[in-house]
């Protein structure tokens, strides 16, 4: 398994902006792996927020927040990001990175059972 650390969270006002990052920092690189975005809402499961696959070139976003966020990955500091944007109160959650090895495909994967491992979370509250 791959070791995990968001950082970036915090609290914004709405239409404000954040960035999170996902540091991996037990592998020498990230590139066999396809990274994603969960969150969960207190009270609610855990639900898919973005995906891209181990070499960039494909992404996916959940609809609620398709034009707002943007999810991208940087190989040479191993770290994945998550730039948020347009913020709303139903953003607030506790988002988490997850990633899989993916060593002969280069697909987006969107389903938690598609990961096996995951981040601890960091915090992010939108004010209205």
């Known amino acids: 398994q791959v070791q995990l650390v968001e950082s970036g969270g915090g609290l914004v006002q709405a239409g404000g902006s954040l960035r999170l990052s996902c540091a991996a920092t037990s592998v020498l690189t990230i590139n066999i792996y396809a990274m994603a975005w969960f969150r969960q809402a207190p009270g609610k499961e855990r639900e898919f927020v973005a995906a891209i696959s181990r070499s960039g070139s494909s992404t996916d976003y959940a609809d609620s927040i398709k034009g707002r966020f943007t999810v991208s990955r940087d190989s040479t500091k191993n770290t994945l990001y998550l730039q948020m944007n347009s913020l709303k109160p139903e953003d607030t959650a506790v988002y988490y990175c997850?990633?899989?090895?993916?060593?002969?495909?280069?697909?987006?994967?969107?389903?938690?059972?598609?990961?096996?491992?995951w981040g601890q979370g960091t915090q992010v509250t939108v004010s209205s």
């Open positions: 997850a990633t899989v090895a993916t060593l002969y495909v280069d697909n987006t994967y969107t389903r938690l059972a598609d990961f096996d491992s």
